[in-house]
Nanobody
Framework: EVHVVESGGGSVQAGGSLRLSCTTS????????IGWFRQVPGKEREGVAA????????YYLDSVKGRFTISADSVENTLYLQMNSLKPEDTAMYYC??????????????????WGQGTQVTVSS
């Protein structure tokens, strides 16, 4: 069974940076997909970024392109979401989710089968 655990959330001022981590375990394939999602109360969960490990491509939400970077450390089975130039509208609960191979880096939540508990990101103006 695949498990994912997020960490790294917190509170920053606008323009600041945070790095979220997603630690994974239980994969039987070297290649898998990880998606980062965010949700604020009363709104639908939206896909922020996604990656397929092993060089399978990435996805970014338009509003975070150039500010957020998703990356993978295959040795540590840890995925990262580096968030720079944060804006108040980035405030949300951020979730990490995984999809087993074969998969594509997609923002569609239904493509992912294992979800973490979430980590809060708060950006103040």
């Amino acid at each position: 069974e695949v498990h994912v655990v997020e960490s790294g959330g917190g509170s920053v001022q606008a323009g600041g940076s945070l790095r979220l981590s997603c630690t994974t375990s239980g994969y039987t394939s070297r290649s898998y997909c990880i998606g980062w999602f965010r949700q604020v109360p009363g709104k639908e969960r939206e896909g922020v970024a996604a990656i397929r490990t092993g060089g399978g491509g990435t996805y970014y939400l338009d509003s975070v392109k150039g500010r957020f970077t998703i990356s993978a450390d295959s040795v540590e089975n840890t995925l990262y979401l580096q968030m720079n130039s944060l804006k108040p509208e980035d405030t949300a609960m951020y979730y990490c989710a995984s999809a087993v191979f074969p998969c594509i880096p997609t923002p569609m939540a239904r493509a992912y089968s294992s979800w973490g508990q979430g980590t809060q990101v708060t950006v103040s103006s």
